[in-house]
């Protein structure tokens, strides 16, 4: 009696090199398929995970940081940027109407040198107005104040020695670690105000501020502005540009529209090539089907002269398909979902926005969705394969097969 659970595995086991073909271009799209959608999800989670870090409706920065500074390219930027106006301009913008909060910060950047454990971007808050930094720091560290010399760094800070974190000579310690964003908000190191201005009276003593004087005590980076409830941040934005003299306004919006718009061509691009690679994969294992059937038209001729239904025959075949697919779909989870893990990074560079691998829940949907489609890949090629199969009959495919 035919066995149809032994006779897919020995025919994939007789015809090695037609197995392993499929499984080939079974990898490669799944490859596309899984590492495209995952590159993607990743793209949109950093850009999610750094609007939320923001905290803030608004951004109000100096007019002469333009020239340095871009608020579109700031949160991708991995090079840190600093500029300074005066500490009243946080009253003037939380005078406008519609201003809910407004929190000064204070920018550095610190030096290749030997003075300091890296060059990153500082960011110092200002505990007694802020609302952006201190609620992160809660969920991380398990506090809501960093003490003297104390400071908290992105996830790409290097803090080999906690206890001996340098900048300008100063000595300060590493209290925790912020989750990853895929922006450059994780290369910052986070302080408070009055660490802050030692720093940077610091950096003015060696000569390695750009500025040659400042009155720490009265110097400013930016004011983070959060709107009212129900406020239009675009004409609370633009009422601030016009009642605040001397300063530069950008929503949140428009900070990570950067991001969006490389993500929306980043999108189409990774679409395209997924459409182009399934089609291709799609192609070539339904002529190897084709191929497969044609070689062994003798053999189904003689299995349906003995008595075997056609249907049986399908289901061989199909079996046959699913298998060597759900195998090849299998590996190129597996490789594309490491070498995307392994080399995020990278991936963040090339593409040049924010990227963070998702969360795990997400990674297991797109893997199941890849696996999927090869489901359906297999069942479309095998339904093809087999039509001339089911118009014949066992002694034409006998004859065909001498």
């Known amino acids: 009696m ?30 596309t398929i899984f590492g495209g ?5 990743g793209i949109e989670h950093g850009l999610r995970t750094t609007q939320s870090r923001l905290g803030a409706d608004i951004m109000v920065t100096p007019d002469e940081a333009d020239t340095d500074f871009d608020a579109q390219t700031f949160l991708v930027n991995a090079e840190p940027s600093y500029f300074y106006m005066d500490a009243s301009t946080r009253e003037a913008v939380a005078a406008v109407d ?6 000064s910060q204070l920018f550095l950047a610190s030096a290749r040198a030997s003075c300091c454990s890296g060059r990153y971007q500082v960011i110092a808050y200002d505990p007694a107005t802020d609302f952006t ?3 992160w720091m809660n969920d991380a560290v398990g506090q809501a104040q960093l003490g003297e ?17 340098q900048l300008f ?56 502005v959060r709107v009212a409830p129900g406020g ?33 061509a980043t999108s189409r691009t990774v679409s395209a090539l997924i459409a182009v690679v399934w089609g291709i994969g799609l192609v ?15 053999e189904f001729g003689t299995l349906i002269a003995l008595g075997a239904h056609r249907g049986l025959i399908s289901r061989v075949v199909a079996l046959e398909a699913v298998t060597v697919n759900a195998a090849g779909a299998a590996v190129g989870v597996v490789v594309s979902g490491v070498l995307i893990a392994s080399f995020s990074g990278l991936v963040r560079q090339t593409i040049g926005v924010g990227f963070l691998v998702p969360s795990l829940p997400v990674i297991a949907g797109l893997a199941v969705g890849a696996l999927a489609s090869m489901g359906v890949v297999a069942l479309v090629s095998t339904w093809i394969a087999l039509r001339a199969l089911h118009t014949a009959d066992a002694s034409a495919l006998l004859k065909e097969g001498e």
Do not use: C, H
């Open 284 to 298: 070539m294992i339904t002529l190897v089907f084709v191929m497969m059937i044609v070689e062994r038209k003798r």
């Open 98 to 103: 519609g201003v809910e909060a407004a929190s």
């Open 37 to 41: 959608t995952l590159v993607v999800q």
């Open 133 to 135: 930094i201190q609620p």
């Open 2 to 31: 035919l066995s149809l659970s032994r006779l897919p595995w020995m025919n994939l086991r007789g015809y090695p090199v037609r197995t392993g073909t499929l499984v080939f271009f079974s990898m490669l799209m799944t490859m």
């Open 149 to 165: 010399n104390e400071v908290i760094v992105g996830a790409n800070v290097l803090a080999n020695d906690p206890e001996n974190f």
């Open 169 to 224: 000579d100063n000595t300060l310690r590493v209290v925790g670690q912020f989750d990853p964003t895929g922006s450059t908000l994780d290369n910052a190191v986070y302080m408070n105000f009055e660490t802050a201005k030692k720093v940077i009276d610091s950096s003015l003593r060696k000569g390695l501020n750009k500025y040659s004087t400042l009155e720490t005590d009265r110097i400013i980076s930016s004011v983070m």
């Open 232 to 264: 239009d941040v675009d004409a609370v934005a633009a009422d601030i540009e016009a009642r605040v003299p001397g300063v530069s306004v950008t929503t949140s919006t428009t900070m990570v529209s950067g991001i969006a718009a490389s993500l929306e």
